[in-house]
């Protein structure tokens, strides 16, 4: 299980917590770094590539983690994702930026995670 504040690992008794929402592979999909594993060839995200804050940068961040969990929604492991950014201190030199991510599993469980996203 991926832990949404630290996007590391959460550790129970020396191993890794099993997780058997979709949220751990949501996390690793948007904290991933698009094109950059070999293992996952054209998946991941492309905010690190976001370098300003604009005044649209809560539709640019949404859309840009609905393309990047598009693969899972075209599988059918999620439906109804629904990503909501929220930008607070836009005038701030490093102002908050928190995104939530809601959607059902393929069995129609609904699920939903919060996370910051850093520039």
Known sequence: MLDPLTRDWVIVKGQR???DTLISRVLFLVALEYN???A???LGSKLHEIKKITDDIDVVISQEIERCLKPMVDEGELTDLLVTT???GRDRI???IETKCSFRDAAGRPQSTKFEVQL
């Open 40 to 42: 996952f060839p054209g």
């Open 94 to 96: 490093d102002p908050a």
């Open 36 to 38: 950059s594993s070999p």
């Open 17 to 19: 917590q099993i997780d």
């Open 86 to 88: 929220t930008v607070t």
